[in-house]
């Protein structure tokens, strides 16, 4: 499983990818196709997804539907215009630092440190 510290940075990501594929999802769905798509090793935990998730909100990136289901009410984000347009600006940045992080971490052959 992969740690919180790493996940920090990436979690507004991870959830803005994954409402722009999939369409408008609850906390719940969010945190479920996470764990799906990456093996088991991400683990998003309540207390990290619904805080971004109203913080989006407020930011006028997300817009919320609800729908009460089986007596409960269960609240759906969507991405609004403002975070469709974001999608993919944080998809890049998050790219950049993947690959800045493995030149760091396995660097190319005749490359020293000193």
């Known amino acids: 499983m992969i740690s919180s510290d790493l996940l920090k940075g990436s979690l507004k ?3 803005l990818k994954l409402l722009k594929e999939e369409g408008p999802m609850h ?3 969010i ?5 799906e798509l990456s093996g088991g090793k991400i683990k998003l935990t309540y207390g990290a997804i619904y805080p971004l998730l109203h913080k989006l909100k407020n930011e006028k990136m997300l817009v919320t539907a609800s729908e009460i289901i089986n007596n409960r009410v269960r609240i759906y984000y969507a991405l609004t215009p403002k975070g469709h347009s974001l999608v993919d600006e944080k998809i890049k940045e998050l790219k950049e630092f993947i690959d800045s992080i493995q030149l760091v ?4 052959k005749g490359i020293s440190y000193a």
């Open 13 to 15: 990501t991870i959830v």
């Open 27 to 29: 906390g719940y769905a």
């Open 31 to 35: 945190t479920r196709k996470t764990e």
């Open 105 to 108: 971490i396995d660097p190319p």
